[in-house]
């Protein structure tokens, strides 16, 4: 279904994108945990279309639904964070966010990266997807849920290159 | 950091390729539904680095340990399914998945799927990314995790795509 000719995927891509790829992840969990609005909002594509999918909701495709969904995880009194609004889930607490453990892959103009979200009250997993937007990789996709506890230390943070 | 000169992302693609991203997709939610542990290790991309995020799991990212799981999830006595193993999230139970509401996305060699999947006990969401390996779309990405109750009817069913 797909043309044979077309040129092989995961041509090994420079290794110079991925710590802008890791760049650009970090802005999103620097933004969550310091409840920056404006990071937040600068972190996602413009133009792109994007899909959010916060622990336990359904899945927001809207680029304004998923800023205003920011508003108020950001500023939640007490920086009470994202409120798992489904059958299961954590709960995210802003500035006590904390991603490790983050595997990047990267195929062309897109890139996505699966990593653990550390919180007070349990662990996330989240794979977010970025694409190339004025320079810069940009959010286009973010979907978080459950996760089992995971190893956190240190260590942990070295990202992981596939 | 990324040079401005590229190409702008997201050219539109030839819309010929949305069903064969739909067919990829809806391949995978068949081979989970009938058990079939062969047509599910045809779904996933044998060269590319996979990962796969069972709901309440840590990552798997070797494919030998993905097709492990999912020969656990499909033999499963009963047809009990994926279990989920974390502090959330929902219980797959294999016969009874359905994908619904699929929203496809695409840029360039990558493409990527937000669904609902309709189970006999609650909803899951996933986020599954496919991209073209020998002539077709394969699955290198599956995340699932809980989400809650959606219009499931046969109107919903009709994949929006963006």
């Not at 995961?10 to 409840?35: H, K, V, W």
Request: net charge negative.
């Amino acid at each position: 279904m797909i043309d044979a000719s077309r040129k092989p995927p995961l041509i090994p891509e420079s290794m110079s994108q991925r710590p802008a790829i890791l760049f650009a992840n970090d802005a999103f969990y620097t933004a969550f945990a310091t409840g920056d609005l404006a990071a937040m909002d600068a972190v996602w594509a413009r133009r792109a279309p994007v899909c959010c999918i916060h622990p336990g909701w359904t899945a927001l495709n809207d680029r304004d639904a998923i800023m205003e969904s920011w508003r108020g995880i950001l500023g939640a009194p007490g920086g009470a964070g994202r409120q798992n609004q489904g059958p299961g889930g954590g709960r995210r607490q802003t500035a006590a966010i904390r991603c490790v453990r983050p595997e990047v892959f990267l195929l062309g103009d897109v890139a996505w990266v699966a990593c653990y979200e550390i919180l007070p009250n349990g662990n996330l997993i989240a794979t977010n997807i970025f694409v190339p937007e004025d320079g810069a990789w940009r959010m286009v996709h973010h979907h978080a849920g459950p996760a089992p506890p995971v190893d956190a230390g240190d260590e942990a943070d070295t990202p992981r290159v596939q």
